[in-house]
């Protein structure tokens, strides 16, 4: 079952991708989608969607089911991610066109440190570099053995490293311990250093870029689908290649959108086993059409969602927003959350109300929000979490959710 919502259409007219008309076909053929394509629909007809947990049985070699992943649930519960072997060939074709862009060739010797199986990128990232030619070392992100993998970087003498910011953090700490230990050599074999999974931060790619000699890069996708790849010329400008995916913005009113800031919808050209069409991953983007001059882009703004990841693992969920909120009616019509994560592991929680209910200040509304979960109180009082309550007397006045939930953050 499709869970969907229909919103208002767009301010301008979207056209839908070149190859709109192949989803459309498939879709109809498609058992899941049979009552809600029994009319013509088009383009901008289509609904926001959720990805289907049940998998289509295609017949003929080209669309057999290959393979299933989980989605990382950060936008959510963990959800089964169905791949037909068409879906992987093309996924993988695009990956390898995205690192072809960051400079990657057949003479690359490449080592990705990133979780696989039941993840997505591990394999796909091992299998793209493996159809670019590249040499391909393959190791899981596990810390304890993070000190091994450097020192295998270096007898190997890799010029590519792919992995996340989270571990970068930690191989830079072994790096420094081993060079000051004299165990680990002063230079670096390494050319590039290609960052996939979390946001980046401008200080961590310095850092980087000056402790190993190297150029740093990001790569934008998610378990559900390859969106496209950091402009090698100026960084922080995300480019995709329209033959395989199409990007729209959903705005904070619910009005669809091919240009502006909104939150990244992608609808994906070949997804038989799991159609992706228009599905929400929870990212916050400023898209920019193409012109005569220069591809279309999109710049990376911060993650939005229903949840927000603090310190030590710990969250704070939807169902704990809706509380607070309830708690707060029918003075508070509108609740921001902001989750800031600073260097060093600490983050800065941000709540802002419409209107503060009679009789309550924002150091009260902190104590209340804190008490609502042991788990916030103890990252609170132990100084990982800095919480405050802000009061912001024009938030919702252009509609949209009663509750916004925003996450950026360094690591």
Known sequence: MVKSTIYPGPTTPIQGPVWADEIMARMKTDHRFANKMKKDVCWADLAVMSALSEPLRWSGAATQFGRVYLSSGTTGKSKRIHFSSRDWQELVLYRA????????TRKSRAVVIVPFSPWFSGDNLGDALTNLGASVFCAG??????SSTLSIVHGLKADTLITLPSTAVALLQILEEGRRMGVLPQTSSLRRVILVGEPASFDLRTTLETALGVTTHMLFAASEAVIGHEDPVQPGRYLWNPHWVHL???RDDGVIDAVGEGELL????WSEATPIVRYPLGDRVMLRPASKDQPGYFSYICRQGRACQLPTGVTVDFPMLERFLEMLRPSTKTLSVWAHHLEGGRTRLTLTLDRLPSGQSPDSLVEIFAALSLDVADVVASGFVSLRVLLDPTLGAAGGKAI?????GAW
């Open 266 to 269: 992608v609808s994906r050209r």
């Open 248 to 250: 729209e913005v959903r």
């Open 141 to 146: 992100a596990y810390r304890p053995h993070l």
């Open 97 to 104: 066109h995205c690192l072809a862009a960051l400079g990657v």
């Open 404 to 408: 916004q939930v925003r996450e950026t």
